[in-house]
């Protein structure tokens, strides 16, 4: 069938990804409709749409300030209604109707109107996100830097200025944060406690506090300092400025910092503050070897987030017991249900197939692979020394992927919020004759997917069928970062994926130690 | 220096710029989270801090706006314009607006200049007028060169009584004619003996009444006051000036009766107030003149100091760059018409009256005059949110002009040029609208925002100095 492909170019017409995401989904639901994209013209974008033969040449003039609503239809007539469609739909956003509030246009506005506020949370597009941080500190803001691509210059003039000034500057792509007992970003609903926790990464931030809630144990404040925070250059001025604050906040009682290992500077700085103060600290450097550190009382280093939250918990709780027997207890558990799935297994399913939302939760995973002496694991966010994917979109041996990276993420929306690029994935691996084991993530809380654990298992059920119909069983494993509270509730997510059959862990470690024993004694 | 600590227990009040989704799931919380209609800056517009010369811009600011705020113009007298009006002559008239040549005047500024020129007893008819005008006998110059404003057409010709202001704070002085009332008046281009009638009436009867009155008043009569308290009763103070009116008659009522003898003059001096709802509009215009006046000169700054319109062009000048006009042509005026009049008789938008805004008041603060709204159809919520949206582009609020539907907070002032490019936001501005063809007069009032260009050509100077 001939497809005809037409533009429409809105000059200097913004909206914000969220809204376009919307706007083309619905468009892509319009009769007649094969495929669509509602962008702004960045170059990046320009060729997604190319790739995508989306691409007229009338889009080829438009500069990046522009919107571009494309689509490909089965006649022209067809696209003519379908551009109209879409235009109504971006105007039912924004339309604000005679009696709504005034929203205010900039900053300084907002400000002046009131006076009251203390935190500022920013999300706009990389290149704006700097000046905009640079206003709210300027005006004494508290910042949360959601956006990403923001040079390493301005986060480290950002950092110095913060840090003279007393204020926090979490990230540039700080994705979560709990402050007060806010959920910022991607977040869960916490108990109130005494674990004060900064982490580098968002989703090590949200798996540990979610793993202490299981145990009962709250936290004080879950401050997010960006992934870059412990670079060398960076110096890890935000997570000692935070271990500073929370050292001096009454209410916090245990402290946890989570980070992948940082430069050996960095760690000395941040550990020489940790020392003091005598509260217990739960360092989890992950996948870093701490064995030659000195060792002081309280401080205790947890190899995995999983470890990080058991020990945090127990400086808390100490009646809940050993660690090391709790995994141990553990490890024979998972080593029978191993036991048994691997029957269901031919002999041609050799590989681990992990697709992650979370960065921290596929680097968690390859650590515990590499103690497992699983190997080679190929990944397109490797450890330290790991082997890179040829090709991010092909999976090759025992695979983790990142979905959240920025190289899936330009132009669509993250994997924790949209879960088609995943599902996608999803089933070109059930179609790997290869393939012996899935394993998932999947993120509750704030900023999630509304239902990612209904959403993922409809496609877990499509997956394992099609497995079968190629006469081979499929294997899938998840653990579920959330709480009971959370909107989406971690029950009920739970039974929704145990019930497509997924065999959901209590952790991200517990799922991949899990994978790995099912795969351990093939090639 | 607030510490990190400082912030634990605090309750959070949120800022919000970029995705709306981040702002929901925080307002889920019950956290108070203001969001920001967040636009990326506008491109080829960068963030003038400093001038080439190296002038800290807001501080420039500061300085032009403290100055504006800090101004008390008072009524202190009358006299006629060509005593007291610097550099007013016996063959100039003033005019409102940037400057213009005859030839490219409007309609109404036309009109107002021949029906300006017979009431002279200059010219015996339109035809002489016309004649005259165009000979380049009779010099015309813009009111705004001579510390004088004037509505619609704006015109001053030698003979006619006018307000003299001055601003306590600075000892500057303005000047403004008296208004005639509405419909077929001369600032509308009217023409015809009932127009000259009532000028010479007011000549030859109101101003010295008045001006006996204000003889009595050895501290004149504060403007600003008038202002601040007709902002809280209703007006606005360009398009609505009821209160603002009565407020005037009841300050100067005593005297009046005091001063004058005749209480036939004076009834009809009263009535003639009492019936023209916009009496005070030129007391309001010359108050926010002299109030601007002393801000003109700052160096550096971006500060607005002038808008005018003479009907053809619009013009806008900068507290740094005071004598030099910046303009776009004028723009149309969405408005109610009175019954037989369309938009297609309205002459683009004229008139000094736009001081006002530039003062502070006038469509800036449109949240305390929900009536003027019903203009364009609009709703008293659509009036608050034209507010609210003006103190995008201003630097500074009043202290004493406040609005009490937003808590009292202070009227929007001082218009930045490089916050009206950046965001791309323009003044908004509330108008009468006059019969495009000389002669004819009012037809209707509406609002409208002011033209980019003229900005664009300010800030371009801006940027280079």
Same mark, same amino acid.
């Given at each position: 069938m001939k497809m005809v492909v037409r533009t429409l170019i809105k000059p200097a017409e913004y909206h914000d990804s969220v809204s376009l995401m919307l706007a083309a989904r619905e468009l892509t639901n319009f009769e007649g409709v094969h495929d669509a994209a509602v962008v702004m013209?960045?170059?990046?974008?320009?060729?997604?749409?190319?790739?995508?033969?989306?691409?007229?040449?009338?889009?080829?003039?438009?500069?990046?300030?522009?919107?571009?609503?494309?689509?490909?239809c089965e006649s022209d007539a067809l696209a003519i209604a379908a551009l109209a469609k879409a235009e109504a739909l971006l105007k039912k956003k924004t339309g604000g109707g005679e009696g709504s509030e005034y929203t205010p246009k900039t900053m300084r506005s907002a400000l002046a109107a009131n006076p009251g506020v203390n935190l500022a949370v920013i999300s706009v597009a990389g290149r704006f996100a700097a000046d905009e941080a640079w206003e709210a500190l300027h005006h004494g803001l508290h910042v949360l830097l959601f956006s990403d691509n923001v040079s390493l210059e301005d986060e480290i003039a950002l950092k110095t200025y913060a840090r003279q000034h007393g204020l926090l500057l979490m990230g540039p792509g700080a994705g979560t944060a709990i402050l007060n007992h806010v959920a910022l970003g991607f977040a869960n609903v916490l108990p109130e406690g005494p674990v004060g926790i900064i982490s580098a990464a968002g989703t090590g931030l949200q798996e540990v506090s979610c793993l202490l809630a299981r145990q009962g144990v709250g936290i004080t404040q879950g401050i997010g300092t960006g992934g870059r925070d412990l670079r060398k250059e960076v110096g890890g001025i935000m997570m000692l400025e935070s271990v500073k604050a929370l050292q001096q906040d009454p209410a916090t009682r245990v402290l946890v910092?989570?980070?992948?290992?940082?430069?050996?500077?960095? !760690?000395?700085?941040?550990?020489?503050?940790?020392?003091?103060?005598?509260?217990?600290?739960?360092?989890?450097?992950?996948?870093?070897?701490?064995?030659?550190?000195?060792?002081?009382?309280?401080?205790?280093?947890?190899?995995?987030?999983?470890?990080?939250?058991?020990?945090?918990?127990?400086?808390?709780?100490?009646?809940?017991?050993?660690?090391?027997?709790?995994?141990?207890?553990?490890?024979?558990?998972? !080593?029978?249900?191993?036991?048994?799935?691997?029957?269901?297994?031919?002999?041609?399913?050799?590989?681990?197939?992990?697709?992650?939302?979370?960065?921290?939760?596929?680097?968690?995973?390859?650590?515990?692979?590499?103690?497992?002496?699983?190997?080679?694991?190929?990944?397109?966010?490797?450890?330290?020394?790991?082997?890179?994917? !040829?090709?991010?979109?092909?999976?090759?041996?025992?695979? !983790?992927?990142?979905?959240?990276?920025?190289?899936?993420?330009?132009?669509?929306?993250?994997?924790?919020?949209?879960?088609?690029?995943?599902?996608?994935?999803?089933?070109?691996?059930?179609?790997?004759?290869?393939?012996?084991?899935?394993l998932l993530d999947v993120v509750l809380g704030y900023g999630a997917h509304p239902d990612p654990a209904g959403e993922l298992s409809r496609a877990v059920s499509a997956a394992r069928e099609l497995a079968h119909k190629e006469g081979r069983e499929l294997a899938v494993a998840a653990s579920v970062t959330g709480t009971e509270a959370d909107p989406q509730c971690l029950s009920r997510s739970t039974s929704v994926l145990t019930q497509a059959g997924v065999m959901v862990c209590e952790s991200n470690a517990q799922a991949a130690r899990l994978a790995g024993m099912i795969i351990a004694d093939r090639g | 220096m607030t510490g990190i600590k400082d912030l634990f227990g605090k309750e959070l009040t949120v800022l919000n710029l970029g995705l709306e989704s981040m702002a929901q799931s925080v307002k889920d919380q019950g956290v108070k989270v203001i969001n920001v209609d967040w636009q990326p800056p506008r491109a080829g517009i960068p963030h003038l801090q400093h001038t080439q010369g190296g002038i800290d811009i807001d501080e420039a600011n500061q300085e032009a706006v403290e100055r504006i705020r800090r101004g008390q113009p008072v009524l202190v007298g009358m006299g006629i314009a060509r005593e007291v009006i610097p550099g007013m002559h016996e063959r100039m008239i003033l005019h409102a607006g940037p400057p213009i040549a005859w030839e490219r005047m409007c309609g109404p500024t036309r009109g107002a200049v021949m029906g300006a020129l017979i009431y002279e007893e200059i010219c015996p008819d339109e035809q002489a007028a016309q004649k005259l005008a165009a000979s380049g006998a009779i010099e015309f110059s813009p009111c705004h060169h001579h510390h004088a404003v004037g509505p619609m057409a704006g015109v001053v010709s030698p003979s006619m009584p006018v307000f003299i202001l001055e601003n306590k704070t600075f000892g500057n002085r303005t000047f403004c004619t008296l208004n005639e009332g509405l419909g077929k008046v001369l600032r509308y281009g009217g023409m015809g003996q009932e127009v000259y009638a009532r000028l010479k009436w007011m000549a030859s009867d109101l101003y010295p009444a008045l001006d006996r009155a204000l003889g009595s008043l050895p501290d004149g009569i504060n403007i600003k006051s008038l202002i601040a308290q007709a902002l809280h009763m209703g007006d606005e103070c360009h398009n609505r000036n009821r209160a603002a009116t009565s407020l005037f008659l009841r300050a100067i009522g005593p005297a009046l009766a005091r001063t004058n003898r005749d209480n036939e003059v004076l009834a009809r001096v009263i009535e003639f107030i009492d019936r023209n709802d916009h009496f005070f509009l030129n007391l309001s215009m010359p108050a926010a003149k002299a109030m601007l006046e002393p801000a003109e000169g700052v160096a550096g700054s971006s500060i607005v100091t002038v808008m005018a319109r003479n009907g053809t062009d619009f013009g806008i000048r900068l507290a740094s760059m005071p004598d030099r006009w910046f303009t776009a042509p004028a723009g149309k005026v969405q408005g109610l018409y009175f019954p037989q009049y369309t938009e297609k008789d309205a002459n683009p938008d004229i008139g000094d009256s736009t001081i006002t805004e530039t003062a502070g008041y006038g469509g800036m603060a449109m949240a305390a005059a929900p009536a003027i709204t019903q203009f364009v159809g609009g709703t008293p919520q659509l009036a608050t949110r034209t507010t609210l949206e003006m103190y995008e582009i201003t630097f500074g609020e009043h202290e004493n002009l406040t609005i009490p539907t937003l808590n009292f907070r202070g009227t929007p002032l001082g218009i930045d040029v490089r916050k009206v490019m950046e965001t791309g936001i323009l003044p908004q501005i509330n108008t009468g609208i006059a019969h495009k063809d000389p002669g004819v007069g009012m037809v209707g009032a509406g609002i409208l925002r002011a033209p980019e260009a003229c900005f664009r050509e300010a800030w371009k100077a801006l940027s280079e100095i």
């Amino acid at each position: 069938m001939k497809m005809v492909v037409r533009t429409l170019i809105k000059p200097a017409e913004y909206h914000d990804s969220v809204s376009l995401m919307l706007a083309a989904r619905e468009l892509t639901n319009f009769e007649g409709v094969h495929d669509a994209a509602v962008v702004m013209a960045t170059q990046a974008n320009l060729s997604i749409l190319a790739e995508a033969g989306l691409l007229s040449e009338e889009a080829e003039t438009s500069s990046p300030d522009d919107l571009l609503i494309a689509v490909k239809c089965e006649s022209d007539a067809l696209a003519i209604a379908a551009l109209a469609k879409a235009e109504a739909l971006l105007k039912k956003k924004t339309g604000g109707g005679e009696g709504s509030e005034y929203t205010p246009k900039t900053m300084r506005s907002a400000l002046a109107a009131n006076p009251g506020v203390n935190l500022a949370v920013i999300s706009v597009a990389g290149r704006f996100a700097a000046d905009e941080a640079w206003e709210a500190l300027h005006h004494g803001l508290h910042v949360l830097l959601f956006s990403d691509n923001v040079s390493l210059e301005d986060e480290i003039a950002l950092k110095t200025y913060a840090r003279q000034h007393g204020l926090l500057l979490m990230g540039p792509g700080a994705g979560t944060a709990i402050l007060n007992h806010v959920a910022l970003g991607f977040a869960n609903v916490l108990p109130e406690g005494p674990v004060g926790i900064i982490s580098a990464a968002g989703t090590g931030l949200q798996e540990v506090s979610c793993l202490l809630a299981r145990q009962g144990v709250g936290i004080t404040q879950g401050i997010g300092t960006g992934g870059r925070d412990l670079r060398k250059e960076v110096g890890g001025i935000m997570m000692l400025e935070s271990v500073k604050a929370l050292q001096q906040d009454p209410a916090t009682r245990v402290l946890v910092l989570v980070s992948k290992p940082p430069d050996p500077a960095v !760690a000395n700085s941040i550990l020489s503050q940790v020392v003091q103060s005598k509260k217990p600290s739960m360092i989890c450097f992950l996948g870093g070897d701490d064995a030659d550190r000195t060792k002081i009382p309280h401080i205790t280093y947890a190899h995995t987030l999983q470890e990080c939250a058991l020990y945090a918990a127990r400086a808390v709780k100490p009646e809940l017991g050993e660690v090391k027997e709790y995994l141990a207890k553990d490890a024979t558990q998972l !080593a029978h249900q191993a036991g048994e799935l691997r029957k269901q297994l031919s002999p041609k399913q050799r590989y681990l197939r992990g697709l992650f939302s979370g960065g921290t939760l596929c680097y968690e995973a390859q650590v515990i692979w590499k103690d497992m002496r699983i190997n080679p694991v190929y990944s397109n966010a490797p450890l330290p020394g790991g082997l890179t994917l !040829a090709d991010s979109t092909r999976s090759q041996g025992h695979t !983790a992927i990142d979905l959240g990276e920025e190289e899936f993420t330009v132009g669509r929306p993250h994997p924790m919020i949209d879960n088609d690029l995943r599902i996608r994935r999803l089933l070109q691996e059930a179609s790997d004759p290869q393939t012996a084991l899935i394993l998932l993530d999947v993120v509750l809380g704030y900023g999630a997917h509304p239902d990612p654990a209904g959403e993922l298992s409809r496609a877990v059920s499509a997956a394992r069928e099609l497995a079968h119909k190629e006469g081979r069983e499929l294997a899938v494993a998840a653990s579920v970062t959330g709480t009971e509270a959370d909107p989406q509730c971690l029950s009920r997510s739970t039974s929704v994926l145990t019930q497509a059959g997924v065999m959901v862990c209590e952790s991200n470690a517990q799922a991949a130690r899990l994978a790995g024993m099912i795969i351990a004694d093939r090639g | 220096m607030t510490g990190i600590k400082d912030l634990f227990g605090k309750e959070l009040t949120v800022l919000n710029l970029g995705l709306e989704s981040m702002a929901q799931s925080v307002k889920d919380q019950g956290v108070k989270v203001i969001n920001v209609d967040w636009q990326p800056p506008r491109a080829g517009i960068p963030h003038l801090q400093h001038t080439q010369g190296g002038i800290d811009i807001d501080e420039a600011n500061q300085e032009a706006v403290e100055r504006i705020r800090r101004g008390q113009p008072v009524l202190v007298g009358m006299g006629i314009a060509r005593e007291v009006i610097p550099g007013m002559h016996e063959r100039m008239i003033l005019h409102a607006g940037p400057p213009i040549a005859w030839e490219r005047m409007c309609g109404p500024t036309r009109g107002a200049v021949m029906g300006a020129l017979i009431y002279e007893e200059i010219c015996p008819d339109e035809q002489a007028a016309q004649k005259l005008a165009a000979s380049g006998a009779i010099e015309f110059s813009p009111c705004h060169h001579h510390h004088a404003v004037g509505p619609m057409a704006g015109v001053v010709s030698p003979s006619m009584p006018v307000f003299i202001l001055e601003n306590k704070t600075f000892g500057n002085r303005t000047f403004c004619t008296l208004n005639e009332g509405l419909g077929k008046v001369l600032r509308y281009g009217g023409m015809g003996q009932e127009v000259y009638a009532r000028l010479k009436w007011m000549a030859s009867d109101l101003y010295p009444a008045l001006d006996r009155a204000l003889g009595s008043l050895p501290d004149g009569i504060n403007i600003k006051s008038l202002i601040a308290q007709a902002l809280h009763m209703g007006d606005e103070c360009h398009n609505r000036n009821r209160a603002a009116t009565s407020l005037f008659l009841r300050a100067i009522g005593p005297a009046l009766a005091r001063t004058n003898r005749d209480n036939e003059v004076l009834a009809r001096v009263i009535e003639f107030i009492d019936r023209n709802d916009h009496f005070f509009l030129n007391l309001s215009m010359p108050a926010a003149k002299a109030m601007l006046e002393p801000a003109e000169g700052v160096a550096g700054s971006s500060i607005v100091t002038v808008m005018a319109r003479n009907g053809t062009d619009f013009g806008i000048r900068l507290a740094s760059m005071p004598d030099r006009w910046f303009t776009a042509p004028a723009g149309k005026v969405q408005g109610l018409y009175f019954p037989q009049y369309t938009e297609k008789d309205a002459n683009p938008d004229i008139g000094d009256s736009t001081i006002t805004e530039t003062a502070g008041y006038g469509g800036m603060a449109m949240a305390a005059a929900p009536a003027i709204t019903q203009f364009v159809g609009g709703t008293p919520q659509l009036a608050t949110r034209t507010t609210l949206e003006m103190y995008e582009i201003t630097f500074g609020e009043h202290e004493n002009l406040t609005i009490p539907t937003l808590n009292f907070r202070g009227t929007p002032l001082g218009i930045d040029v490089r916050k009206v490019m950046e965001t791309g936001i323009l003044p908004q501005i509330n108008t009468g609208i006059a019969h495009k063809d000389p002669g004819v007069g009012m037809v209707g009032a509406g609002i409208l925002r002011a033209p980019e260009a003229c900005f664009r050509e300010a800030w371009k100077a801006l940027s280079e100095i």
